[in-house]
């Protein structure tokens, strides 16, 4: 399992995040996807210094070499002795994008799942690449996914028959991130028990 950050570094709730993952039996790695602008970020979410901290990073942020950045990183996850060799992407909020634009632009990939993807509305034009099996799950009240963003992201995926779309009434954003300020037990809990069957399944 590649597991892909938020603005917020690689971080508390990330390497929770690992962890648990690590119990349901995966290999579970977290990249530094701002190695190149500031390595070693790690973030408070409930701090608003490193909040702006993290969102000045989000957006000076290369996507295009981030996508490069996860493919080796797949690659490398792949070759280590305790791995099948088979490799998932799991990502939240802009790891989700992430995840989102790697398995558009990278076959190397086995399942991918995405948690609340910004921005993910401006590439469904690249919808088409996504050959591996996709989970999404997003935040119906999702103050930075408008609900005519999540129209178009489902509407762009509703013809595939390797994407699933699931949708959380009166969640916000980040629902299921540890110790955040819109955490909610029994949503997050749905989530990733659809999550973990999902990743079973598709990585057994």
């Known amino acids: 399992m590649v597991v892909l950050q938020e603005l917020f570094g690689v971080n508390t709730d990330i390497r929770a995040t690992c962890d648990e993952l690590a119990t349901q039996g995966f290999v579970a790695v977290a990249p530094d996807l701002f190695w190149r602008q500031e390595p070693g970020v790690d973030l408070s979410v409930t701090s608003d210094t490193d909040w ?5 990073l989000y957006q000076a942020y290369d996507r295009d070499a981030g996508v490069g950045d996860i493919r080796d990183t797949i690659d490398a996850a792949g070759k280590l002795s ?27 990939v086995d399942a991918v799942v995405a948690y609340h993807g910004g921005d993910t509305e401006k590439y469904l034009d690249e919808t088409g690449g996504i050959r591996a099996p996709l989970l999404m799950h997003l935040a119906e009240e999702d103050e930075y996914i408008s609900k005519p963003a999540q129209a178009e992201i489902k509407a762009a995926l509703a013809s595939k028959p390797n994407a699933t779309v699931y949708s959380y009434p ?3 954003h980040a629902f299921s991130r540890h110790n955040g300020r819109h955490y909610n037990a029994a949503a ?15 990585l057994q």
């Not at 791995?83 to 990278?106: D, E, N, Q, S, W």
């Not at 997050?188 to 598709?202: I, P, S």
Request: with cysteine; proline share 0%; hydrophobic share 40%.
């Open 52 to 56: 702006q901290h993290g969102l000045r």
């Open 82 to 108: 305790d791995c099948t060799g088979k490799v998932a992407v799991l990502g939240y909020c802009l790891g989700a994008l992430m995840a989102f634009l790697t398995a558009a632009r990278h076959g190397g």
């Open 170 to 172: 009166g969640q916000n």
């Open 188 to 202: 997050a809990a749905l989530a990733h028990n659809r999550t973990y069957e999902f990743l079973h399944q598709k």
